[in-house]
C-alpha cells in the first residue's frame, strides 16, 4: 500500500513538473534578437512587445571646447562683456547614412487627415531628446539636417491649429514662427552685451547641411548623436556698439561654421 501512494506521489510529482516545462515552453516574449528585451525563454513571438533602444540627437554649447559655455562672461576687446543667456535652435528632416542603410526619424503627426514625419527637433536648451527608436547596428557616415523649417514643406501644413500639440513642430512654430509677418526664425539668441539684455531672432536660412561622421552603434544600445555650437566662432566680429540689426546679420553669418557634430 505504501509503495502504490509513493508511486502515486512520483507520478503527480512528475505530472506537475512536465505541465510546468510544457507551460514555461509556451512563454510569449520579444524574439528579435537586436532588441532591449529579448526573451531567451521565450518560445512563441509576442505581439509588439519588443523593445528597442532610443535614438537621441544632442545639443552642447561650447566656447573653445569648454562645455557649459551659456551664462559665462566673454571678454570682448575693448574690455566689453559678451554673455549668451539662452539659444533655441531648430533642427528638421534629419537622415542618418551609414554603411548598410539610410536612416530618417518615423514618428509621424497628422495634419488635415495626412501624415507627415515629425523631423523635427527644437532646442530650448542645451539638451538631448530621443525623437524615435532604432533597430539596428551601423557604422554612421554621414549625418544630414536642415536648419530651420522648410518654408515650402512647413507652409503646406496651414492652418498650423491642426498639427498634433504635443509634437517637435508645434512646439518650433509656437516660438519661431511669426504669423503676422509670416516669418519662420531657424533661431532665437538672448544675450547681455555691454550690461544691455537683449534677445534677437535669426530669420531662416532654410539651408541643409552635411556633416561627416565615422561613429559605429552597435545592437542593442542607444544611438546618440551630438552637436555642437560653438560660442567662439558665433560671437566673431561681434563689438559691443553694434546694433541688433547688425547683431543678427553677423550671428546668421557665423551661425553655419560655429556648428559641428561628435
Known sequence: MEGKNSLHKFLFLFSLLFILFACEQTEDGCLDLLSSNYGFDAVSECEECCEYPDFKIGLGIINDTIENALN???VLSGGDTLIF????????????????DTYKILDSIEVNDLYI????????????????????EDTIKTVSVHLGFNETT????????????TSQLDLALD?????????????R???ELADSIRELNLKNLDVKLDFELDKFVDAG??????????????????????????LIETFEQNFISSLSIK
Open 72 to 74: 559665462d562672461t566673454i
Open 154 to 165: 512647413v507652409s503646406t501644413y496651414k492652418p498650423f491649429e491642426n498639427i498634433d500639440n
Open 221 to 246: 544600445s542607444d544611438w546618440i548623436i551630438s552637436f555642437n555650437l560653438d560660442l567662439n566662432k558665433l560671437r566673431d566680429g561681434i563689438t559691443s556698439d553694434m546694433t541688433n540689426e547688425l
Open 175 to 187: 516660438s519661431l514662427y511669426f504669423d503676422d509677418e509670416e516669418i519662420f526664425y531657424f533661431s
Open 117 to 136: 514625419k515629425d523631423d523635427y527637433v527644437y532646442f530650448q536648451s542645451p539638451s538631448t531628446k530621443i525623437v524615435g527608436q532604432t533597430r539596428l
Open 189 to 191: 539668441i538672448q544675450i
Open 85 to 100: 543667456k539662452n539659444i533655441e535652435l531648430l533642427f528638421s528632416e534629419i537622415e542618418i547614412e551609414g554603411i548598410n
